[in-house]
């Protein structure tokens, strides 16, 4: 990765290591030549900055959808929260603006299309088969499995699913990300590749 452009990701904020940042790199840049890579959970583009990256190289496109309204951990009183995004006018988290100045800053906004929508509003929306599909959203059972349903069929073989925060041991953190992963899995149709840190990442078949 370029160094310029792998110094304004590490500078994003967001909650993704660098080394994760750099597969995610990789892999849209080997899957956006099978169709646009899709990120699910923007927030304020520190994903969107490596992804972006990589799509922007194989000449691909990066679809960054996210109602901005932040997840249950961002919320006023959670433990994520920043004031810093809080809306006062509507009363809400605003992680939009953080996004746009993240995608300018990197050059990406031929690139990176944000998409201010729920993920299955979204999803009804995205008909072309994909080549990457990035899961970071909602971190509730509910908010998981709408994101895998939803967009995991839509992967074009050969293209990728990429999950973050995934927790082999329940005593270290929420086990959605990781039970749609062991669906995903168990349906046969994708092959496991290596997992950096907590992001895993399969294969269509
Ligand atoms: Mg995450």
Known sequence: MDAKMHAIAK???????????????????????????VEIGSYCGKSSVY???????????????DHHRGSEEHQPG?????????????????????LRRSIADAGLEDTAVPIV???????????????????????SEEAASTD???????IASGGILAIHDLFPNPEEGGQAPINIYRRALAT??????????TLGALRRR
């Open 11 to 37: 500078s994003c904020k967001g909650f993704l290591e660098d080394d994760e940042g750099l597969r995610l790199y990789e892999l849209a840049r080997e899957a956006a030549v099978l169709g646009p890579v």
């Open 51 to 65: 992804l972006g990256c990589g799509a922007r190289e194989a000449g691909g496109a990066l679809l960054c959808i």
């Open 78 to 98: 959670e433990e994520y929260h920043d004031p810093e995004l809080f809306d006062e006018h509507v009363g809400l988290l605003d992680s939009l603006p953080e």
């Open 117 to 139: 929508a729920s993920s299955p509003r979204a999803a009804e929306i995205v008909a072309t088969p994909v080549g990457m599909v990035f899961i970071d959203g909602g971190h």
């Open 148 to 154: 895998y349903e939803s967009w995991s069929g839509k």
């Open 188 to 197: 046969e149709l994708f092959d496991e590749l290596p997992t950096t840190g």
